[in-house]
C-alpha cells in the first residue's frame, strides 16, 4: 500500500473515507490549473491563458527583466570604475 497516493489492495482511494479521495483530487486540479506553472506555456499557468492574462504577464515579466539589466549593467559600471 502506498501512503502517498492512498492506493490500497482493493484500488485507488481503498484507504479515504467518502469525499475524501474527491476533496483531494480537486485540490490537484486546482493546483494543477491555477498555481503551477507549464513550460509549455510559457511557465503561465492554464488559468492565465484561459482567462487571456498570459500575454499581459509575458510583458510584464519582460519589462521587468529588461529593468533588472539596466540596472546591473550600471552596478557594474559603478564598480568596475
Same mark, same amino acid.
Given at each position: 500500500m502506498s501512503p502517498t497516493l492512498g492506493v490500497g489492495p482493493a484500488g485507488i482511494g481503498a484507504d479515504y473515507l467518502p469525499g475524501e479521495l474527491e476533496a /483531494?483530487? #480537486?485540490? &490537484? %486540479?486546482?493546483? $494543477?490549473? *491555477? *498555481? /503551477? $506553472?507549464? #513550460?509549455? !506555456? +510559457?511557465?503561465? @499557468?492554464?488559468? +492565465? %491563458? $484561459? &482567462?487571456? /492574462?498570459?500575454? @499581459? !504577464? *509575458?510583458? #510584464? /515579466?519582460e519589462r521587468i527583466k529588461r529593468k533588472t539589466i539596466q540596472h546591473r549593467r550600471l552596478l557594474h559600471k559603478t564598480h568596475a570604475a
Open positions: /483531494r483530487i #480537486e485540490a &490537484f %486540479v486546482a493546483h $494543477y490549473n *491555477l *498555481l /503551477r $506553472y507549464h #513550460e509549455s !506555456i +510559457d511557465n503561465l @499557468t492554464p488559468a +492565465d %491563458v $484561459y &482567462f487571456g /492574462r498570459g500575454q @499581459t !504577464i *509575458l510583458l #510584464e /515579466r
